[in-house]
């Protein structure tokens, strides 16, 4: 058994600013991640983080501009302290050492995405994700009271309810996590954890998230009985990348907000016929937008001009783009480049207060994986980022206080019990229902959506989700297995929100309720489940 004052679940910018501040309180934190230290979505993320820094803008228009986003389903309080709390988040990393972008007057080069009306994204040309998880990594490895362990994969928590079914109380008391290297689940004990495991965009099968985006903590407090909210909004990045191999490499926002322009394979740019901003809509109304121009015409996908510029400045601007566009034999300053919409970010999430709190004791969860009420039914570009910082500090402070009030020395916990499991020989299954599950939710659970399709993808999702548990119970686990048990919860989720929603609303669009009716959240809990 092994022990800590909190354990983090996660290494992108929500769990690892979390683990600072833990630490920065005195409290031993272990650090969780089942890759290398560095692979998380945070490190994918090209745009920036939003916040308000510059005199011509406010903290009005920013609310104003992510309320509008949410269409209608965000949390206005929750809006407005993440917002007021973003500058004094941005100084803690400047602090830590990480160095946005600035202009020749040495202010920040601010850029402008869908849905701001104003320049107010701070960036590290497009690669501020990479940048930011290398400041967080190297603070995180300064500190002598933040240890983390790489290659291990929660497999589920460990609450005083499992252990003792029939108390009246609940409360974490830890979890198991499987090493991939020793090939052994390991028992680990904390009076608190905090899932910051980011989201599920791999349970579709075109995702611009890395592989890790498996919805590991969504799943894991599932199963622990905690709530989760609004599901049946997943967010599509409008461009991506195109690619006959299926890879989608991010095309960030913040080239559309530097003047490049969507048009269809005759090169008619068409998003004026869809919204007053243009290219610079929501996403949500950009994806549909370009989904509906490919559907019409039966294209694969629309073009994205920025040819405008010159290649120096896009070569300087937005080096990662520029690159993987070269290695397709794109050259963006002479060239239009084929983008189409992919899975990109899960909206809602494990329901938390604006201080991260879970509904059950001593869990806490930060960033992607948690619905906060901060973007509604379709987020804001580049306020992810800016959430996971505000709710770390926030958190931090709630689960310091928890942990004062709760000193007790925690029991003794029960190692992992493998039963009868052994070795598959039969590991095909796994990729085939990988495989299904993926091209299941891709086709019928997408952009525009029927509720004829939905029940078609809850039948197969419930025939998949008997044949995975089968598996898990009984045959040693791994990681993939772990990956699929979670992704297969996250796609029963997803669908059931959906279904449960008849209108459109944000990124929810379904053929059978185009109409909106009284604004509402989408919460799920164990008991009021259909699947």
């Known amino acids: 058994m092994i022990d800590a004052d909190v354990i983090v679940v996660g290494t992108g910018i929500a769990g690892l600013s979390f683990a600072l501040k833990m630490a920065a309180r005195g409290r031993r934190v272990a650090v969780l991640t089942k890759k290398d230290r560095a692979e998380s979505n945070t490190n994918y993320a090209q745009g920036g983080i939003a916040c308000v820094t510059s005199d011509t803008d406010d903290f009005e228009s920013h609310v104003r501009d992510t309320l509008a986003a949410g269409d209608g389903l965000c949390r206005e309080e929750v809006v407005r302290e993440i917002v007021r709390d973003g500058p004094a988040r941005i100084h803690d990393l400047v602090t830590l050492g990480l160095l946005f972008s600035t202009d020749a007057s040495g202010a920040y080069d601010l850029g402008r995405e869908g849905g701001h009306s104003e320049r107010r994204i701070l960036h590290v040309k497009d690669m501020t994700g990479r940048a930011v998880e290398r400041a967080l990594l190297q603070a995180v490895a300064d500190s002598p009271l933040i240890e983390l362990r790489e290659h291990v994969c929660v497999v589920d928590l460990i609450t005083e309810a499992k252990l003792n079914p029939g108390v009246h109380s609940d409360r974490v008391l830890g979890l198991y996590a499987y ?26 099968q075109f995702t611009t998230n890395p592989d890790i985006a498996t919805g590991d903590g969504l799943a894991v407090a599932w199963r622990a009985g905690v709530p989760v909210a609004n599901m049946e909004f997943i967010q599509f990045h409008p461009t991506s990348l195109f690619s006959a191999d299926g890879e989608r490499f991010l095309i960030s926002e913040a ?45 694969r996908h629309v073009w994205l001009d920025l040819t405008h510029h010159s290649e120096d400045y896009l070569r300087d601007r937005f080096p990662q783009i520029f690159a993987a566009c070269d290695r397709q034999g794109i050259n963006p300053a002479h060239d239009p480049i ?65 942990l004062q009030a709760r000193n007790a020395p925690l029991p003794k916990l029960p190692d992992w019990v493998a039963g009868d499991a052994h070795d598959s020989d039969e590991q095909v299954v796994l990729t085939h229902n990988w495989d299904e599950l993926r091209r299941t939710m891709w086709d019928y659970v997408g952009i525009v959506r029927t509720t004829k399709r939905l029940e078609r993808a809850r039948t197969r999702i419930r025939t998949l989700a008997r044949e995975i548990h089968e598996y898990y119970w009984n045959f040693t686990i791994d990681r993939r297995l772990l990956e699929l048990r979670n992704l297969v919860v996250v796609a029963e989720l997803v669908v059931e929100s959906a279904l449960r929603r008849r209108e459109s609303r944000g990124l929810h669009y379904t053929l059978d309720y185009p109409g909106k009716i009284d604004a509402a959240d989408t919460c799920l809990t164990r008991t009021n489940r259909a699947m």
């Open 255 to 299: 080239v559309r907000g530097e003047g490049a322009v969507l048009k269809d394979l005759s090169m008619r740019p068409f998003m004026a016929d869809f919204h007053p901003q243009g290219d610079l809509a929501p996403r949500d109304i950009v994806a549909r937008a370009i989904d509906a121009v490919m559907k019409a015409s039966g294209a």
């Open 179 to 204: 090493d991939v290297h020793a090939r052994r689940v390991d028992t680990w004990r904390a009076p608190a954890v905090v899932l910051a495991t980011g989201g599920a965009g791999q349970v579709y």
């Open 338 to 402: 084929p983008v189409v919409p992919a899975a990109h970010y899960t909206c809602g999430g494990i329901v938390t207060s604006v201080a991260a709190q879970t509904e059950l004791p001593g869990l806490y969860a930060c960033g992607e994986v948690a619905n906060t009420g901060l973007h509604g039914a379709n987020r804001l570009a580049s306020n992810s980022l800016l959430e996971a910082v505000v709710m770390a500090h926030r958190g931090s402070a709630a689960l310091e206080s928890y």
